[in-house]
């Protein structure tokens, strides 16, 4: 691979993955010291907590999608290859496109979707963990409502108006009020000759509650939330197996639907190379509290697919933006040290809070001890994620549609996008 030549006394640090993590620690690292090469699969930084309103039509794909090149126009020490990781050696790295040397390798590249070895909901369950996943939802759903139109029979348009969603993480919760919102507001309009009392929202959760990372007060409270929204909230079931058809339950019930969404848990993404005693049994890189993977010298791991295992964590942290920023934070002044002879600081999480948003004016939000919901709750969560995405535009857009949305009970971007068949004959 062609890279640019170190620059005297430079150290290399390649970067895999432009998440949180790997976008920060890209931004941290100053010019003297450091050359950054920034690999990763796409060519933009996605914002993940908004996906399901790219799926729900509420929001365009560009709002929460921003060109890499474009945030590093003015990082003349930063380069950015579009490339795979195929295998990590000592001190290279082969990915799709050439192999790289490195001083320092940092590992960032997230998590996947977690189906727990059941190829029945891999194959036919759908994921909501990057914006094609988003957008394929989103034509999932509105394809349904078309083929319920012309439906032959009462069974088979119950299941296309049945959404099941698996998981009662913020991602399930959130996903679930939005659909049942278009449902009450939006989808009759559209579709008059249907009826939408038909249309079931159902949320499936293995935990006795919803939210089982923040209090028990607010795990209850977002679920009154949304079965006063109309959801139908299951606690204490799992999804053993789904054909596309029909969702097969532990407790021996079945359920008929042709649309169901997995938001059940994540994985990290393995990557050849490491040491068998670095890598998890949810493929988590396990590092120790300065990110550095284990049995490794100059490789460190950061975000959702690494694990700092503690007294405090013994899972290692929750796979959220705020741990994959803090970690950044602390490598970039720890390389700094590295270079410099100094002691490395380790790694301690401060955690500013959790939140959740139901629907509009509904929302759960902890702040230490502090627990707020409803209208203010659903405030703070709004301008936390505004302040959050990168871009004056993309923050101008996405304030635009939500005061829309607010106004006129309305979303104007139910497009279903698909390739023409031409560029479908074109690929195969």
């Given at each position: 691979?062609?890279?640019?030549?170190?620059?005297?006394?430079?150290?290399?640090?390649?970067?895999?993955?432009?998440?949180?993590?790997?976008?920060?620690?890209?931004?941290?690292?100053?010019?003297?010291?450091?050359?950054?090469?920034?690999?990763?699969?796409?060519?933009?930084?996605?914002?993940?907590?908004?996906?399901?309103?790219?799926?729900?039509?509420?929001?365009?794909?560009?709002?929460?999608?921003?060109?890499?090149?474009?945030?590093?126009?003015?990082?003349?020490?930063?380069?950015?290859?579009?490339?795979?990781?195929?295998?990590?050696?000592?001190?290279?790295?082969?990915?799709?496109?050439g192999t790289i040397e490195?001083?320092?390798?940092?590992?960032a590249h997230g998590a996947?979707?977690?189906?727990?070895?059941?190829?029945?909901?891999?194959?036919?369950?759908?994921?909501?963990?990057?914006?094609?996943?988003?957008?394929?939802?989103?034509?999932?759903?509105?394809?349904?409502?078309?083929?319920?139109?012309?439906?032959?029979?009462?069974?088979?348009?119950?299941?296309?108006?049945?959404?099941?969603?698996?998981?009662?993480?913020?991602?399930?919760?959130?996903?679930?009020?939005?659909?049942?919102?278009?449902?009450?507001?939006?989808?009759?309009?559209?579709?008059?000759?249907?009826?939408?009392?038909?249309?079931?929202?159902?949320?499936?959760?293995?935990?006795?509650?919803?939210?089982?990372?923040?209090?028990?007060?607010?795990?209850?409270?977002?679920?009154?939330?949304?079965?006063?929204?109309?959801?139908?909230?299951?606690?204490?079931?799992?999804?053993?197996?789904?054909?596309?058809?029909?969702?097969?339950?532990?407790?021996?019930?079945?359920?008929?639907?042709?649309?169901?969404?997995?938001?059940?848990?994540?994985?990290?993404?393995?990557?050849?190379?490491?040491?068998?005693?670095?890598?998890?049994?949810?493929?988590?890189?396990?590092?120790?509290?300065?990110?550095?993977?284990?049995?490794?010298?100059?490789?460190?791991?950061?975000?959702?697919?690494?694990?700092?295992?503690?007294?405090?964590?013994?899972?290692?942290?929750?796979?959220?933006?705020?741990?994959?920023?803090?970690?950044?934070?602390?490598?970039?002044?720890?390389?700094?040290?590295?270079?410099?002879?100094?002691?490395?600081?380790?790694?301690?999480?401060?955690?500013?809070?959790?939140?959740?948003?139901?629907?509009?004016?509904?929302?759960?939000?902890?702040?230490?001890?502090?627990?707020?919901?409803?209208?203010?709750?659903?405030?703070?969560?709004?301008?936390?994620?505004?302040?959050?995405?990168?871009?004056?535009?993309?923050?101008?857009?996405?304030?635009?549609?939500?005061?829309?949305?607010?106004?006129?009970?309305?979303?104007?971007?139910?497009?279903?996008?698909?390739?023409?068949?031409?560029?479908?004959?074109?690929?195969?």
């Amino acid at each position: 691979m062609d890279i640019p030549p170190i620059h005297g006394d430079q150290k290399r640090v390649v970067i895999v993955g432009a998440g949180f993590a790997g976008l920060t620690l890209a931004k941290k690292l100053s010019p003297p010291c450091f050359q950054v090469i920034l690999i990763d699969r796409n060519n933009y930084h996605q914002f993940q907590p908004l996906l399901y309103q790219v799926a729900t039509s509420g929001l365009e794909p560009s709002s929460i999608s921003f060109p890499l090149r474009k945030i590093f126009q003015h990082y003349k020490n930063v380069f950015i290859r579009i490339a795979e990781v195929k295998h990590i050696h000592k001190t290279t790295i082969e990915t799709s496109v050439g192999t790289i040397e490195y001083d320092f390798l940092v590992l960032a590249h997230g998590a996947e979707t977690n189906y727990f070895k059941n190829p029945s909901l891999q194959h036919n369950a759908l994921s909501m963990k990057s914006v094609g996943d988003a957008l394929y939802l989103r034509n999932t759903l509105l394809q349904n409502f078309e083929q319920a139109l012309i439906a032959k029979s009462e069974k088979e348009r119950k299941a296309l108006l049945q959404i099941i969603i698996v998981g009662g993480g913020p991602t399930g919760v959130e996903l679930a009020g939005a659909i049942t919102e278009m449902k009450n507001n939006i989808l009759p309009k559209d579709y008059p000759e249907l009826d939408f009392n038909q249309m079931k929202v159902v949320l499936i959760e293995a935990f006795p509650r919803l939210l089982s990372g923040i209090s028990e007060q607010s795990g209850k409270k977002a679920q009154q939330y949304l079965e006063s929204l109309g959801v139908i909230v299951k606690n204490n079931l799992s999804v053993k197996n789904y054909d596309g058809n029909v969702v097969e339950l532990n407790n021996g019930d079945t359920m008929s639907s042709r649309c169901l969404v997995w938001a059940a848990g994540v994985k990290g993404m393995p990557i050849n190379g490491l040491p068998v005693s670095a890598v998890l049994p949810n493929s988590r890189i396990r590092v120790d509290s300065y990110n550095r993977v284990h049995e490794m010298v100059n490789v460190f791991a950061l975000g959702d697919v690494a694990s700092i295992q503690s007294k405090e964590s013994p899972k290692g942290h929750p796979q959220v933006a705020p741990v994959a920023i803090q970690q950044a934070r602390l490598l970039a002044r720890n390389l700094k040290k590295l270079v410099s002879g100094e002691k490395m600081t380790a790694f301690q999480y401060q955690d500013k809070g959790s939140m959740a948003t139901v629907g509009r004016n509904l929302a759960v939000v902890e702040i230490g001890k502090l627990k707020i919901s409803g209208a203010i709750a659903w405030i703070i969560w709004m301008l936390v994620h505004l302040m959050s995405i990168i871009g004056v535009k993309n923050k101008l857009f996405i304030l635009i549609n939500w005061l829309w949305q607010y106004v006129t009970y309305d979303q104007s971007l139910r497009l279903i996008l698909k390739p023409s068949e031409n560029n479908k004959k074109s690929r195969s």
